[in-house]
Nanobody, 122 residues
Framework: QVQLQESGGGSVQSGGSLRLSCAAS????????MGWFRQAPGKEREGVAF???????SYAKSVKGRFTISRDNGMKTMYLQMNSLEPEDTAMYYC????????????????WGQGTQVTVSS
């Protein structure tokens, strides 16, 4: 059984930075692809950033150049470094994982965390 746990959320002012973490437990390793989604109140869930088994990354247009996704060498922890935060980035952020990259990207990944709240004030 795989479990994902996010951490690192909080409240910052516009222009600030946060670093989110997603720690995986259970039978989990480098065969999994991972990603970050976010959902703001009243809005649909949005894919933010993704990383595959070999470390290739992709980003939503709204965060490209500001956010960086990465994984540690043990492949069990994923990070999202968020810089130049804007009020529009305010949302609950969720991590997800699956063996298949397409499932991570389209939001149908097998495993999800409980989320961590990010609030950016102007």
């Amino acid at each position: 059984q795989v479990q994902l746990q996010e951490s690192g959320g909080g409240s910052v002012q516009s222009g600030g930075s946060l670093r989110l973490s997603c720690a995986a437990s259970g039978h989990f390793g480098g065969t999994y692809c991972m990603g970050w989604f976010r959902q703001a109140p009243g809005k649909e869930r949005e894919g933010v950033a993704f990383i595959d088994r070999v470390g290739s990354t992709s980003y939503a247009k709204s965060v490209k150049g500001r956010f960086t996704i990465s994984r540690d060498n043990g492949m069990k922890t994923m990070y999202l470094q968020m810089n130049s935060l804007e009020p529009e980035d305010t949302a609950m952020y969720y991590c997800t994982a699956d063996h298949w990259f397409t499932r991570v990207v389209d939001g149908s990944g097998k495993y999800w965390g409980q989320g961590t709240q990010v609030t950016v004030s102007s």
